[in-house]
Each structure stands twice: as C-alpha cells, then as structure tokens.
C-alpha cells in the first residue's frame, strides 16, 4: 500500500486477496473501499484504517501551496491553505510572503513580482524563517517551486511553456510566471 493522502470520498486501491476489515475513517459504498478522513490509509493486522493526520503550522523547510492574494513591487503576499502536503482546515489559512530576492536564484537583481505572478495564482513554495509576527518568508528559488496552477485573463486554466512562462489554451497568450517544473518530470 502506497503512502498517497487520501482525501474523503476518494476510492482507496486494495490489494488482491481477501477484503480487509474496515475501520475507523473507511467506509464502503457500491463495492468500493472509500476514505471517510483525509489521511494516508494503512493495514492494522487485518483492518484496513486512516488515522486522522493533524495539520501543523509551517516550520523552515516546510512545503507549502497558497494562492496570492496581494502583490507589490517588492513582494508577493500568499494565503498557505496547505503544509507539507497536509490541508489546513477552513479559517485557518496562514500568510507568507515572497520578496523579490527569494523569487529565483539567478539575476535576483532582475526580478519584477509582476512579472512572476498575479492575483489568485496557486504557488508551491518552501519556507525560509518566520517572517514578521504576522507572516512567514517564504522561497520559490528552486526549479520545483512556483507557479503550479494559474487563470488567464480568458478564464481558462494555463499551461505552463517554460519556466517564465505560461499559455492560455483558449487564446494562445503567452503570460509571464515564474513556474514550478511539474512534478515527476
């Protein structure tokens, strides 16, 4: 059995044999295994279960998506809705911010914020330090983080061409991110 996060509702893939006992946070509807908890499923003897995972909040090193809510010349303001691949739950959104000399590793002198997001884009990035007492400094200098999801001004969702920019596949305009590299490539 995988490691994957499940999140309620999701089928849960069995191995072949016999059906598992059913535990707490599985349930089962028309023939398939479901989570009724987000959580990384597990065997327990012969019961299959999903204990609850609690988020926490950022520490260095941690990975985080949000979407930007403010953008200014010097520094790109995020709503963190998840932690190391953890949800938090609804309310309970943290603020990080990305200055200009944290967007990339190269030409940091180059940068311009407007150039590499925009309002509403949903960013990957990796925590640097606790920021002021209100937010949490966080990077995208590395090829696996940046821009992960992002609306053109048609409403289509983006697809990424390079790593500065991405197109609209309704429109064919090319937009300027700073994009994250996708995953497993």
Not at 65 to 89: E, F, K, M, W, Y
Not at 116 to 139: E, H, I, N, Q
Request: hydrophobic share 35%.
């Amino acid at each position: 059995m995988s490691s994957d996060i499940v999140l309620p509702g999701q089928p849960i893939p069995l191995p072949r044999g016999p059906l598992p006992q059913l535990g707490r946070g599985v349930y089962s509807r028309d023939g398939t295994v479901r989570a009724s908890l987000v959580g990384v499923p597990h065997h327990s003897g012969s019961t299959l279960e999903i204990k609850r995972t609690r988020p926490h909040p950022p520490v260095p090193n941690s990975v985080v998506l949000g979407s930007v809510t403010r953008l200014s010349p010097l520094q790109a303001v995020l709503s963190i809705n998840v932690v190391d691949g953890i949800p938090l739950p609804a309310g309970e959104e943290f603020t990080g911010v990305i200055r200009v000399q944290d967007v990339r590793a190269t030409e940091k002198d180059k940068v311009k914020i407007a150039d590499c997001f925009r309002g509403g884009d949903v960013v990957r990035g990796l925590v640097l330090s606790l920021g002021d007492a209100r937010s949490y400094y966080v990077t995208t200098a590395r090829n696996d983080l940046g821009v992960i999801f992002a609306t053109s001004e048609a409403g289509a969702t983006m697809e990424p061409v390079s790593w500065q920019e991405m197109r609209c596949p309704k429109t064919g305009k090319i937009e300027k991110r700073k994009c994250a590299k996708p995953e497993g490539m």
